[in-house]
């Protein structure tokens, strides 16, 4: 009798717990349909947002510049419904609005020119950036002011800013050309006087094997409002050649010696080492080099010899290393 209500009790606990874990599951999908409910009712109303527009202007005159002190951003107010909202939180998009500034006869105050424009002409043209069922309220500032000033141009050079380096038997072919080399600047007489140059952006070339052309930006450190450039890039090129190691024998000269010295060198001769790009390899010969000791160093030498130095290779060559690098000599009498 004891087992048979034990039995009876397990199975009454078990069928209470099943049922309170089913009461607890359809408790929480209800609160969930209740919150979803809840979120969809307050998304559904509208709200007002305030979203940020920044300026671009176009049509400036040639001979104008923006002073720094025109107005570069605007706010829009507008009425719109909590999903829009939360859209835009979930991927927000930066607003640029363009100004066509030719359309606007600007005004000699003082020294500077003034254009003002009222925001609330600009309605239908921002309407674009919007959705249908959101309506602009307001804009701010309610004018916006464009401050112009007379233009000054200046010619200045471009410095290149890379570091380039080369594959193995490979190696720069004469030199690195860049177009433009220079640039005009438009911009503030005062601003004007304080640029000597323009750099471009960094560059990282490594281990080039072939000719290679780069488009590179040239770097404004003022605001294009401010000052213009003629160009905005330059165009590199870098000559790449294969390199090859050859030897010439040189005769060795001695250096300031004088007539009536009689003096011999052993070897006559040593050999120079040197890289050389292979097109240029052609265009050289033993008499493009020459090397000597120097009058000085025997002179002054106890053991009978003297080191041989370089004195004159072709700027195209790099000279790795002379063998031998001392020469005996013997004075006759």
């Known amino acids: 009798m004891t087992s048979g209500n034990t039995n009876v009790t397990l199975d009454e606990q078990k069928t209470k717990h099943k049922l309170n874990n089913q009461r607890l599951i359809v408790f929480f999908i209800c609160l969930m349909i209740s919150a979803i409910l809840w979120m969809m009712i307050r998304l559904s109303r509208d709200y007002t947002e305030l979203e940020r527009f920044s300026i671009s202007y176009k049509g400036l005159q040639s001979d104008k510049i923006l002073l720094p002190a025109t107005d570069t951003v605007f706010y829009v107010n507008i009425q719109t419904n909590g999903y829009n909202i939360l859209f835009d939180k979930l991927f927000p998009d930066k607003h640029q609005f363009e100004i066509d500034i030719s359309q606007y006869v600007p005004k000699l105050v003082g020294n500077y020119f003034e254009i003002n424009i009222e925001t609330g002409t600009l309605h239908t043209a921002l309407s674009y950036y919007f959705k249908a069922n959101e309506k602009i309220i307001s804009v701010l500032p309610v004018n916006l002011k464009i401050m112009l000033e007379k233009a000054y141009t200046k010619k200045v050079p471009v410095v290149l800013d890379a570091e380039i380096s080369y594959a193995k038997q490979f190696n720069l072919n004469k030199k690195i050309y860049y177009e433009p080399d220079s640039i005009y600047i438009t911009g503030n007489e005062q601003q004007l006087k ?44 870098i000559p790449v050649t294969q390199y090859t190691e050859e030897f010439f024998e040189i005769p060795v000269l001695i250096d300031s010696l004088k007539d009536d010295a009689k003096i011999s060198v052993i070897p006559e001769k040593v050999r120079i080492y040197f890289y050389v790009n292979v097109p240029d390899f052609p265009n050289l010969k033993v008499d493009s080099f020459s090397t000597a000791i120097s009058a000085f160093d025997i002179l002054n030498s106890k053991n009978n010899l003297a080191k041989v130095y370089l004195k004159h290779a072709p700027y195209f060559v790099k000279v790795q290393r002379i063998e031998p690098e001392f020469v005996e000599f013997v004075k006759h009498k």
């Not at 000597?196 to 294009?224: P, W």
Request: charged share 25%; no cysteine.
């Open 194 to 237: 304080s640029i000597s140059s323009v750099t471009t952006e960094k560059k990282y070339l490594k281990d080039l094997s072939a000719n290679t052309i780069v488009s590179l930006k040239l770097l404004n450190k003022f605001s294009n409002l401010n000052i213009r450039y003629s160009t905005d890039n330059v165009k590199l090129f």
